[in-house]
């Protein structure tokens, strides 16, 4: 009898690592467990131990291992990235101090910036200049590279980034330098701009590029870590780790493109989401995502989500790619357009200086975690909060694998409240409140400042606490409907797995639309189209499995940020060109509000989007939980606010809901969440096993 295979997806995250597994049949089975910081693989290798033990189920079954991380985003949070080294054109040495003049608290006169990741004095420029058409200004001269890598190898440089001006249009100069410090510095890892971002803006792609240095010797070790782990324990399937852009790749590609993975599980939530959206129907959705140590928020229209061209990272949590930014690193990556607020389950409780409640954007993250957990944590987080309002079982979470210590959260609490001058219960729901309060900032990040209503959306709620604040943040939002989908606190793990196997890339091509010749265009496509295909025959896609989407940046020429507007076909004929040409005025006049068409155009980049087509359906028929394990509650009193008071509330599983909706008060208890259902809303269970959730007049 042949042994069912299984696909196996793991997410890190600040406090819990999440692991799902799903067979054949579309039966579903996973593990929650504490993260490790120390070496995050180190949790993935004992809880897949663990889950394969509690199924019988042997490491040779997993056919296919796909895994989101944090490490890239925390390297970069916490400055303990590779030492690098930065050479550039004379004259270019402090375009990474310069920056851009932006600023995320527009009137704090005491912002400071955060400091370039490469030091000044490990910042060198060499004699040279490529004019803006590709031209050669000032030949490049090499007499000083010698005395640069003797500064790099006394200093302990551990990368090189390379980013010579206009390097895009020419990258002559830029590979010369990238040849001669991988032969002179054979164990230093160098990165140069044209390999990596060839597009116009020198300093986002100095910026870009530095980063990818900095990055590359963590991951790299990270990566070969991992895969030695799997190895070890017998899983035989290849690495594959979740993009920025919603797409997955091998891990040895990831390696050394690590500016790719820096969003990787938000982008698998929101991917798991859209898809889902997508094949069963549920319309536009607005995908929210709350876990322990922040709460992100997505819409995604027509079952896509937006992709923008460039991020930042390092900084504060963003409100998306339309708001203030300024405040962290940029990279010119694409990046599924996700709003982030400092707001999760272990997010620390206070009181600020007006004696007020203040939560986050500190964490507890998972050492020590929230009180309950036992583990020295004494500061009051949102997860106590909601410990003490009743929405969460009081002896354990994850079916008893996590006890919880309630006496520890009440004297939490008891400070609090006395500081606050108010009840016990009081101060817990002003923390939940306040916690709302600015999740409800991502929110509007993604609907109201874009121009969207968001209670013309149903809401998706996903992560470890996204079910916990569904149903009171909707009503602060407007939203009608909720869904929380099988899995719903392990769901960026699951969603992972619907992803495919994606490559992006860019070529730059900065011409006048009315002096460019087609087959110029043409040929700027076939380069790419032809790398796309040598990258997907590489990972074993016949030629009919491939599928090549053509996007062109454009503007109007004098203006600043370009649209990107796919091109019908991979063929620059004329029909395919005034087809984009119409779809950049169309596109325009949506997102500004106004479209010129009598104004002259500016191609900008030519993009590829280049995806395996599988073989069989990445989404299951069926989402059925096999492994589902409950602590046996019936019921207890939770908290509503003042207008509903402490309320008795049956506690069931998600099996036990019916296709007739069910009313709230409601609690359904699962391994990874607990979804809480308000008064005023009812609840139902779809053929997926999704909990449907809408609001009745009381409510509204």
Request: contains cysteine.
């Amino acid at each position: 009898m042949t042994k069912q295979r299984f696909r196996l997806g793991v997410d890190i995250g600040g406090t819990f690592t999440d692991i799902v597994m799903i067979g054949d049949d579309g039966q579903v089975f996973s593990k929650k467990i504490l993260s490790t910081p120390k070496d995050y693989s180190e949790a993935i290798e004992v809880g897949s131990r663990a889950l394969f033990k509690e199924l019988g189920v042997e490491p040779g079954q997993v056919r296919e291992f796909v895994h989101a991380t944090t490490v890239a985003t925390n390297t970069i949070i916490e400055r303990k990235g590779a030492k690098v080294g930065l050479v550039t054109t004379r004259g270019f040495r402090d375009v990474l101090e310069i920056a851009r003049f932006r600023t995320p608290r527009l009137y704090d006169i005491t912002y400071r910036k955060p400091d370039p990741l490469v030091p000044r004095d490990l910042r060198f420029e060499v004699e040279e200049r490529i004019g803006a058409g590709g031209e050669v200004v000032t030949e490049l001269n090499e007499t000083g590279l010698e005395e640069i890598a003797t500064a790099f190898e006394a200093a302990g440089v551990e990368a090189v980034a390379i980013a010579l001006i206009n390097s895009h249009v020419n990258a002559d100069h830029e590979q010369r330098l990238a040849a001669f410090f991988r032969k002179r510095m054979p164990n230093v890892m160098v990165t140069a701009s044209s390999d990596l971002v060839p597009q116009i803006g020198e300093y986002e792609r100095t910026s870009t590029t530095v980063v990818n240095a900095y990055l590359r010797p963590i991951v790299t070790r990270y990566v070969e870590s991992l895969k030695g782990r799997l190895d070890a324990m017998g899983i035989i399937a290849p690495l594959m780790i979740m993009q920025s852009s919603g797409g997955i790749a091998p891990g040895n590609l990831v390696k050394d493109q690590p500016i790719t993975i820096i969003e990787s599980g938000p982008a698998a939530g929101v991917l798991g989401g859209a898809r889902l959206a997508q094949y069963l129907g549920l319309g536009d959705m607005l995908v929210f995502d709350m876990g322990g140590t922040t709460a992100k928020a997505t819409l995604t229209e027509n079952g896509a989500y937006t992709i923008s061209p460039e991020t930042e990272v390092g900084g504060e949590p963003v409100l998306g790619a339309r708001m203030v930014r300024g405040a962290g690193y940029p990279v010119q990556v694409p990046t599924i357009d996700i709003a982030e607020v400092g707001a999760g389950g272990g997010s620390l409780a206070a009181v600020d200086s007006a004696g007020g409640i203040a939560v986050g954007p500190r964490s507890a993250g998972s050492e020590p975690g929230p009180v309950a957990y036992g583990r020295g944590g004494t500061q009051p987080t949102v997860t106590d909060a909601n410990l003490m309002l009743g929405y969460l079982n009081p002896q354990a979470l994850v079916s008893g694998e996590l006890s919880l210590d309630g006496e520890a959260v009440k004297t939490a609490f008891a400070k609090l409240s006395g500081e606050l001058s108010v009840e016990e219960t009081e101060a817990a729901y002003g923390v939940h409140l306040i916690a709302n309060a600015t999740m409800l900032r991502a929110l509007r990040g993604v609907t109201s400042e874009k121009g969207r209503d968001p209670s013309h959306f149903s809401m998706m709620a996903i992560g470890g606490n996204g079910p916990v604040h569904a149903c009171s943040l909707a009503e602060e939002a407007g939203v009608s409907r909720v869904v929380m989908p099988p899995v719903a606190g392990l769901y960026s793990a699951l969603g992972m797995l619907f992803a495919d196997v994606e490559h992006q890339l860019v070529s730059a091509f900065y011409h006048r639309f009315d002096e460019t010749d087609r087959h110029a265009l043409q040929r700027a496509i076939d380069g790419l189209v032809a790398q796309g295909r040598e990258l997907l025959n590489g990972q074993g896609f016949a030629p009919e499995a491939h599928d090549i989407r053509i996007e062109i940046d454009m503007k109007y020429v004098g203006q600043t940020a370009p649209l990107t507007v796919v091109l019908p076909g991979t063929t620059a004929s004329e029909e395919a060109v005034d087809a984009l040409v119409e779809a950049f005025h169309t596109q325009h006049g949506q997102t500004f509000g106004y479209a010129s068409r009598g104004e002259p155009l500016q191609f900008v980049a030519v993009k590829a989007v280049c995806r395996g087509v599988p073989d069989a359906p990445r989404m299951p028929e069926q989402c059925r939980r096999g492994n589902e394990r409950s602590l046996g509650a019936t019921g207890r009193k939770a908290y509503f606010g003042l207008a509903h008071g402490w309320c008795d509330t049956p506690v069931i599983t998600r099996v036990e809901l019916k296709d007739a909706p069910r009313a709230g008060p409601l609690i359904v208890e699962e391994y990874d969440t607990t979804c809480v259902i308000r008064p005023g809303w009812q609840a139902s269970l779809d053929h997926w096993n999704n909990i449907h959730l809408t609001r009745t007049g009381e409510a509204q």
